[in-house]
């Protein structure tokens, strides 16, 4: 069901290949206040983390490898995996929420096909 779009302009190749395929490992629902809790613990240790938006659900997304070729060459075939998704339900979109003194930036992504496809799933898992 996937296209392909290859443009040349000036010696320079775009090609779109979307993701066909998410593999997830580990799904954990938290209610909110933990979610926000354990982002903001790893953010303690000064790692840019921020969480994801869509279709009322906010997220954590964290890939199955941290090696960048890996990831690269599974993106290649469609495909992308992630160790675990953590979630929570946010009905609302809010750009940020507060923890003590950490303010965690919450980015909309229902313009991206693949987050938004991925809380379809979990509120779709929901209802089953």
Known sequence: MGWCFLA???DIEVEYRPIKKVVISD???LDKDELLK???AIRL???????NW???VVFLALPASPDITEVNDN???GVAYYAVVTYSYMAKYQPSAQ??????PIIDQSRSPVLRSIARWINQ???H
């Open 27 to 29: 799904l954990e629902e």
């Open 99 to 104: 923890v003590g003194a950490d303010r965690i």
């Open 45 to 51: 240790n000064e790692q840019p983390i921020f969480l």
């Open 54 to 56: 869509a279709e009322g």
């Open 8 to 10: 040349v302009d000036d």
């Open 75 to 77: 993106i290649m075939k």
């Open 38 to 40: 354990r982002v903001a």
């Open 125 to 127: 898992r929901e209802k």
